[in-house]
């Protein structure tokens, strides 16, 4: 399916991702090198130790005092925590850091693996574009407005969760 | 190898196995799969249904019968789920997604056969005949 900048960021809307920057790309399909594994296997391990400048968006992973370690430390990635490639290996892709981010498995990973899909008979396909290395959506990272201009109970909670106030 | 060998084989690399969900009939999951024009579950996942409802290693999963709660993390999403959303896709014709990792998605046809999917276009990159195999290449990924 051929999309347009428009109709990809709706696409993206529609599977909670309306956050997302996109780029334009014409994929160049490309041969991966031999050792190719090898080297992205070093290469995530680089990347989970690059990630302390990100401590921001670490804090709104909710995770537990061993999964934020290991990921510090970058001995392993959590669970439901995936690595991906802005430009896929295969269309031409880079097997750099600038070329990688992290987001959330489900439904993030998945959802972004559905985008490019229906996108794979397109001449020019649009890519997720992340500004950061850890992609969090609003909904993630955030309680909304908050107080009383929230929209609903749920974001006026979680407002209250993140301001550290009681939710009376 | 057996299913049992397979999951002691898988836990001792540190899977997470779930346990069998008690509220799911696997001949419903198996009209559904037949209403969305993919194959049935094959013994080899019936065997694996028996014993378990889905599995996580990292990033990797296999997904099961019904959606697994992982308490604050999101839930793990059923293979009924993930096949109705990949509907229509030329690529899948005939076949069943049964697990994915962050580089390959993982699929069986009507045979029993599996093969190995990448994730840009859902083109086969490999072929397995057997399943057990092709569950531990999927897993395998999701710890590197």
């Given amino acids: 399916m051929q999309l347009n900048k428009n109709t990809a960021l709706e696409r993206l809307g529609t599977l909670g991702m309306d956050d997302m920057p996109v780029m334009e790309y014409t994929p160049k399909r490309s041969a991966l090198a031999p050792d190719w594994f090898k080297k992205y296997c070093e290469l995530r391990r680089e990347f989970l130790s690059s990630l302390t400048d990100c401590m921001e968006e670490i804090a709104f992973m909710n995770m537990s005092q061993n999964d934020f370690m290991n990921l510090m430390m970058g001995r392993e990635l959590p669970e439901n925590l995936s690595i991906r490639f802005k430009i896929p290996l295969l269309w031409g ?28 008979d397109a001449n020019t396909v649009f890519l997720p574009d992340p500004k950061k ?3 969090l959506t609003t909904h993630t990272g955030g309680g909304g407005v908050g107080g009383n201009a929230a929209s609903d109970r749920l974001s006026q909670s979680a407002f209250n969760f993140m301001s550290g106030r009681g939710n009376e | ?6 999951l002691s084989l898988i836990k001792s690399r540190g899977a997470t196995i779930f346990p069998v969900a008690q509220n799911v009939n696997l001949s419903i999951v198996n009209t559904n799969l037949q209403n969305m024009r993919v194959a049935i579950l094959q013994p080899f996942m019936i065997d694996l249904y028996n014993n378990c409802s889905g599995i996580t290693l990292g990033s990797a999963c296999i997904f099961g019968p019904s959606e697994i709660d992982r308490g ?5 999403p059923s293979l009924e789920k993930i096949n109705h959303d990949m509907t229509g896709n030329k690529n899948l014709f005939g076949k069943t997604v049964f697990g994915r990792n962050d580089l390959f998605w993982f699929a069986f046809d009507v045979n029993g056969t599996c093969f190995m999917l990448d994730n840009l276009t859902l083109s086969v990159l490999r072929k397995y005949d057997d399943p057990y195999r092709a569950m531990i290449d999927c897993l395998i990924v999701g710890k590197i």
């Fill in chain 2, 1 to 6: 190898m057996t299913t049992t060998e397979f």
């Fill in chain 2, 72 to 76: 604050i993390k999101y839930p793990l």
């Fill in chain 1, 93 to 120: 892709g880079e097997l750099k850091i600038d070329n990688m981010f992290l987001c959330m498995t489900f439904p993030v990973s998945y959802n972004l693996d559905r985008f490019i899909i229906d996108q794979s």
């Fill in chain 1, 133 to 135: 290395k850890i992609y």
